[in-house]
């Protein structure tokens, strides 16, 4: 059932495209425009909603965090995104008009689940992004976009985490199709680009020999950092993630322009850190500045590992590795991104003669509080 990989992992790394495009099927209609009609949320309600709250745990929370700017951008709502395990506990301020967003693989989780109890009972709406079918989750929302990843078993999550970006990416550019925004054009083109995410994601998997050859030069380490910006943010959170749950590595993942509010003294000599770096031509001062840490920190001796598009020429004299991934829009670049990540995090475990499918301590679905 692992069909010929060695873990469940490696299978479901490699189904990426395929999630990723069955998550987008029979979503965008031969005008270009998404069909949500699923989500049976009349459009007059949608209209009416002016703030977006995301609940979600782990990985699917770096995926709302995602989602948030996402949201932002395209609707102009806003929008927070908060660790379902906190968001009770504060008394947060929810009316009719907030739309919940509860994102889970299993649709099980309970700290996602008393979240949106609450949510409920202030009564705001709850629409969740859910990979289960009829899951206690959905089930207790008033709406669900389901993400077609296909049953997960590792329990390092990955094709699910790309599909929640997608369907997260379809709820906030329906919002902005249906609420009607400055970025009309934008939306437009960004839908045509989603299209084409999954050979993107495709071309990402085809490049990633040296990606493991580096894991495993890096068996032996202690710590790992990871540093982004914007959306690139989530993803060195994700990828420090995947590599506590899977290598047991001390690995922390930093917004790159805290760097010299407290981080930058961690660096050492050959200490590793992996920096997501964003596209040269959407935010290009955001670019600009990442290149400047990735210069800081090298001087300072870190061993710097650089995700960057093709074609990024400004980040070669400071990259000791360098992983290229195909030009996305700003916003969609986690989808490719975070390939990378998972692939090291799944490496080194093996390297480090981990069990990767089923690492120490930990649940697929975590259903106690
Ligand atoms: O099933 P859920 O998406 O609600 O699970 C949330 C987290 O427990 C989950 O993403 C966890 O962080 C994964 N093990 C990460 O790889």
Same mark, same amino acid.
């Given at each position: 059932?692992? &069909?010929?990989?060695?873990?469940?992992?490696?299978?479901?790394?490699?189904?990426?495209?395929?999630?990723? #495009?069955?998550?987008?099927?029979?979503?965008?209609?031969?005008?270009?425009?998404?069909?949500?009609?699923?989500?049976?949320?009349?459009?007059?309600? =949608?209209?009416?909603?002016?703030?977006?709250? $995301?609940?979600?745990?782990?990985?699917?929370?770096?995926?709302?965090? $995602?989602?948030?700017? #996402?949201?932002?951008?395209?609707?102009?709502?806003?929008?927070?995104?908060?660790?379902? !395990?906190?968001?009770?506990?504060?008394?947060?301020?929810?009316?009719?008009?907030?739309?919940?967003?509860?994102? !889970?693989?299993?649709?099980?989780?309970?700290? %996602?689940?008393?979240?949106?109890?609450?949510?409920?009972?202030? &009564?705001?709406?709850?629409?969740?992004?859910?990979?289960?079918?009829? !899951?206690?989750?959905?089930?207790?929302?008033?709406?669900?976009?389901?993400?077609?990843?296909?049953?997960?078993?590792?329990?390092?999550?990955?094709?699910?985490?790309?599909?929640?970006?997608?369907?997260?990416?379809?709820?906030?550019?329906?919002?902005?199709?249906?609420? &009607?925004?400055?970025?009309?054009?934008?939306?437009?083109?960004?839908?045509?680009?989603?299209?084409?995410?999954?050979?993107?994601?495709?071309?990402?998997?085809?490049?990633?020999?040296?990606?493991?050859?580096?894991?495993? !030069?890096?068996?032996?380490?202690?710590?790992?950092?990871?540093?982004?910006?914007?959306?690139?943010?989530?993803?060195?959170?994700?990828?420090?993630?995947?590599?506590?749950?899977?290598?047991?590595?001390?690995?922390?993942?930093?917004?790159?322009?805290?760097?010299?509010?407290?981080?930058? #003294?961690?660096?050492?000599?050959?200490?590793?850190?992996?920096?997501?770096?964003?596209?040269?031509?959407?935010?290009?001062?955001?670019?600009?500045?990442?290149?400047?840490?990735?210069?800081?920190?090298? *001087?300072?001796?870190?061993?710097?590992?650089?995700?960057?598009?093709?074609?990024?020429?400004?980040?070669?004299?400071? *990259?000791?590795?360098?992983?290229?991934?195909?030009?996305?829009?700003? =916003? =969609?670049?986690?989808?490719?991104?975070?390939?990378?990540?998972?692939?090291? #995090?799944?490496?080194?475990? %093996?390297?480090? &003669?981990?069990?990767?499918?089923?690492?120490?301590?930990?649940?697929?679905?975590?259903?106690?509080?």
């Amino acid at each position: 059932e692992k &069909g010929g990989y060695d873990y469940f992992m490696l299978k479901e790394i490699a189904e990426q495209p395929k999630a990723v #495009a069955d998550t987008l099927l029979g979503r965008i209609d031969a005008s270009g425009l998404l069909t949500l009609d699923e989500v049976r949320i009349p459009a007059s309600v =949608l209209r009416e909603v002016d703030k977006v709250v $995301i609940v979600a745990c782990g990985t699917a929370y770096h995926a709302g965090m $995602i989602a948030k700017l #996402a949201i932002e951008h395209w609707t102009r709502i806003p929008c927070e995104t908060e660790l379902a !395990s906190e968001f009770r506990y504060r008394d947060p301020i929810l009316d009719q008009r907030t739309l919940v967003i509860a994102i !889970s693989q299993s649709g099980e989780t309970m700290d %996602t689940l008393m979240a949106l109890r609450h949510a409920r009972e202030q &009564g705001a709406r709850v629409l969740a992004v859910c990979n289960t079918n009829g !899951s206690t989750i959905p089930r207790e929302s008033d709406a669900v976009l389901y993400t077609h990843a296909g049953p997960e078993v590792a329990v390092a999550s990955t094709k699910a985490f790309l599909t929640q970006l997608v369907a997260c990416y379809l709820v906030a550019l329906y919002l902005g199709q249906v609420r &009607g925004t400055k970025w009309g054009d934008e939306i437009e083109t960004v839908i045509r680009e989603l299209s084409d995410i999954a050979a993107a994601v495709d071309r990402v998997l085809e490049t990633m020999e040296p990606v493991r050859a580096l894991a495993r !030069s890096l068996a032996d380490k202690d710590t790992v950092l990871f540093l982004g910006r914007h959306v690139g943010y989530p993803v060195a959170l994700e990828g420090a993630l995947k590599l506590k749950e899977l290598a047991y590595m001390h690995a922390e993942g930093f917004a790159a322009g805290e760097l010299k509010h407290g981080p930058i #003294a961690l660096i050492e000599e050959d200490l590793p850190v992996v920096v997501v770096v964003p596209s040269p031509r959407g935010r290009s001062v955001l670019h600009d500045k990442i290149v400047s840490n990735i210069q800081e920190i090298r *001087a300072r001796g870190a061993r710097t590992i650089v995700i960057a598009e093709e074609g990024d020429d400004a980040v070669v004299p400071y *990259a000791d590795h360098l992983i290229r991934i195909p030009a996305t829009p700003t =916003l =969609l670049q986690p989808l490719v991104a975070t390939v990378p990540l998972q692939v090291f #995090a799944c490496e080194l475990a %093996t390297a480090r &003669g981990n069990e990767v499918d089923q690492p120490r301590n930990l649940a697929k679905s975590v259903t106690v509080e």
